[in-house]
């Protein structure tokens, strides 16, 4: 039988079930646990540290993004969102030990500069891979897995909160997306060939992939 969708890509999509399943757990809880547990914390401080990382995301990207485009082969593209990935999941852990309101600014600076390792890599993989003549409907299926995971996940966080607490929810945060960075470990040996196309089905290279969210 035809195989749909092709192994580089279904494990992608696995990965990111798994990591941004696991952002719903706690992601929505972000500003109740950072003004009921931080000293001196208030709603400011949540949308401070929220700019904080997105102004640092979007300007480490690009030298990154420069620099895997620059390299031949998809070796280099692998580590950084390998090792994006990995870190991304561990540095909430630090929240567990956060008192302090300039800790929060650290953590999400942290966040977003393995998210600009992560991000922009992960694209680039997921669309030279993507099969041919069905770019829209895998990224959709990618667009509908991860929102059916953050979505359930925000629900079970709520519920995990209210009744156990934020520790609970921050470690099962972790420890899913964890996970997910590993699941990419399934596909390094075809992604790092030499950066040759292992699926005839995939697309010539496109460097100018954008992620779904």
């Given at each position: 039988m035809k195989e749909v969708i092709n192994k580089i890509v279904r494990v992608m999509i696995y990965s990111d079930f798994l990591m941004i399943g696991a952002e719903g757990f706690f992601t929505p809880m972000f500003p109740i646990f950072v003004t009921k547990n931080i000293q001196g914390a208030t709603l400011e401080t949540v949308g401070f540290s929220i700019t904080l990382y997105w102004i640092i995301k979007s300007l480490v990207q690009l030298p990154i993004a420069k620099y895997v485009d620059k390299h031949p082969g998809e070796k280099d593209d692998f580590f950084f969102m390998f090792v994006g990935s990995v870190l991304f999941a561990l540095t909430p852990l630090l929240l567990l030990g956060a008192s302090q309101v300039w800790h929060i600014y650290v953590i999400q600076a942290l966040l977003g500069v393995w998210a600009a390792c992560l991000f922009p890599t992960y694209a680039a993989i997921f669309t030279?891979?993507?099969?041919?003549?069905?770019?829209?409907?895998?990224?959709?299926?990618?667009?509908?897995?991860?929102?059916?995971?953050?979505?359930?996940?925000?629900?079970?966080?709520?519920?995990?909160?209210?009744?156990?607490?934020?520790?609970?929810?921050?470690?099962?945060?972790?420890?899913?997306?964890?996970?997910?960075?590993?699941?990419?470990?399934?596909?390094?040996?075809?992604?790092?060939?030499?950066?040759?196309?292992?699926?005839?089905?995939?697309?010539?290279?496109?460097?100018?992939?954008?992620?779904?969210?």
């Open positions: 030279r891979h993507i099969d041919k003549h069905r770019e829209g409907f895998e990224w959709s299926l990618h667009s509908l897995a991860v929102g059916v995971a953050y979505g359930s996940a925000a629900g079970i966080g709520g519920w995990l909160a209210q009744h156990f607490g934020f520790m609970p929810i921050i470690l099962l945060y972790s420890l899913i997306m964890v996970s997910g960075a590993l699941v990419l470990l399934i596909v390094r040996a075809e992604i790092c060939a030499d950066g040759k196309e292992h699926n005839p089905k995939a697309r010539e290279p496109d460097r100018n992939g954008r992620r779904v969210t």
